[in-house]
Every structure is written in structure tokens, then in C-alpha cells.
């Protein structure tokens, strides 16, 4: 299932560290695919994707999908960001449970006369800055 997207206007202000391993995720997310790595060890997915299983270190992981939906455990509006982030501000956070079993934390999108509150349903989207895409939940439609 391919992720919704939103086209930002500007470039990500703190662009994600990509390595050869996480070429593969960012590949994926500009895509629109929402993937991450499952351990064969013990079947376990985690998030962010690592070529090492954290819960039986493992090195044997390969890529799978992850689930586009989920409820929102937690969130909060950030007013006095980091200079980096300050031209965004006021922003929402949050801490995304995945139906799959993967948390999550993440921007939020925040869609008017529809506000956030903990346990909604969420989808995870792609925003689409003009270096590259960042992954952001929003209260699912
Ligand atoms: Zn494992």
C-alpha cells in the first residue's frame, strides 16, 4: 500500500543522516513505500531499520512492510523550537503505535477543525521536501 503524500515547499531543515544501509528505507519512503527490517531470527520488525535485531542480535534482517496505520499514544505541540525547526513552529509531535506492533515518534500533520488527541487512528504519510522525503503521521481519514 503506498503512503498518501504532501509536497513541501522547502528543503528538510535537519535532512536525515543516510547511510548505505538506510539508502534502502529513503529509497523506499520517496517512493511512497513505508518499509523497515524483520529479523529472521525472531520475526520481530523494528523501527528505525537496523542490519542488527535489537531484541536477539541477529544479524540476519530483511526488508518488509510495515503497516500505514495506527493509533496516536502521545503527542505535543512544540512552541519554542530549536532554531532549525523555528520558521515551523508552532508544530505537532507524537508517538505513533503502528497496528503491526512498531512505536514510532514522528511530526505530525494536523488537519484543521480536527484536532489530536491520544488514542486516534493515524496514517502515516510522506512530505515531500524539495531534498527529500521525511515520513509524518496525520489523524487518518
Ligand atoms: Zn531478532
Known sequence: MSLSHVDMETARAYPPRVSAFTQTFW??????????????????STFPPKPVCPHCWSPDVQW???????????????????AVFGAEAPYAVGIVD?????RLACRL??????????????????????????????PAS
Not at 98 to 102: M, N, R
Not at 111 to 124: A, F, N, S
Request: aromatic share 6%; charged share 20%; proline share 6%.
Open 64 to 82: 518488509t512492510e510495515l503497516s500505514t496505520r495506527g493509533t496516536l499514544y502521545s503527542w505535543t505541540r512544540v512552541h519554542a523550537a530549536p
Open 27 to 44: 529509497n523506499a519512503l520517496g517512493e511512497g513505500r513505508w518499509i523497515t527490517t524483520c529479523c529472521k531470527g525472531c520475526g520481530r
Open 109 to 138: 500533520v494536523e488537519t484543521q477543525g480536527q484536532p489530536l488527541r491520544v488514542d486516534q487512528p493515524v496514517e502515516m504519510l510522506v512530505l515531500r521536501y524539495s531534498d527529500g522525503p521525511l515520513f509524518a503521521a496525520r
Open 98 to 102: 503502528l497496528s503491526d506492533g512498531v
